[in-house]
């Protein structure tokens, strides 16, 4: 099977710096799997479905795509990763701000199981200053995301906010 890793996060939506890091750890592993999860701090626009649905549409435009799988996960991610046969999981770093929730995070993870590692890519530097909240506040207020997100998520964006 080669070496597999897990990319969990919310997605709500998948943003032009989550494919950023999808790509590098492509480089990486042979497998990325991408864990669409729920951290209970937060209360999606997009169904778990829909967030699933905007990923794979969006991996697509990778030439590597096929080495991307997608999936929904309740529960622990560790749990979910040890099924998966994956022993990283990978996460992004955008800032220095991001740090000390991300090792947290991966700390207490590693507490859970400690045979699962986490490793930190940094994205592209013209990224670095996007979140999945700013594009929907964004979106919502009617500026155009269209250069920030992949096409699809564009559009969905649109059509939630308009209805
Ligand atoms: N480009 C753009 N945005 C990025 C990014 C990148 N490269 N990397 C992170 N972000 C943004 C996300 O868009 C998100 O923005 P938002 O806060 O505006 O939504 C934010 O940074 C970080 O969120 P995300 O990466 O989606 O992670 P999360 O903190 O929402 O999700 C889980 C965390 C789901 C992985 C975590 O809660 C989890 O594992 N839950 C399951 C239970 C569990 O096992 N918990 C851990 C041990 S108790």
Redesign the pocket.
Known sequence: MGKVAIY?????PI????L??IKRALKLFDKVIVAI????A?KPLFTKEERLNLVKEAIKELSDGDRVEVAI?S????EFAKKCGANVIV??L?AVS?FE?EMQ?AL??RK?SNNIDTVFLL?SLK?IF?????IKEAAKLGGNVEDLVPSIVAKKLKEKFSS
């Open positions: 969990p996060g919310t997605f709500d943003t032009n710096g989550h950023d890091i999860g729920e951290n209970p937060k996960f529960g622990l991610l560790v996460r992004g955008r991001d929730y995070l207490m993870n859970l994205p990224w996007l979140s999945s909240s700013i």
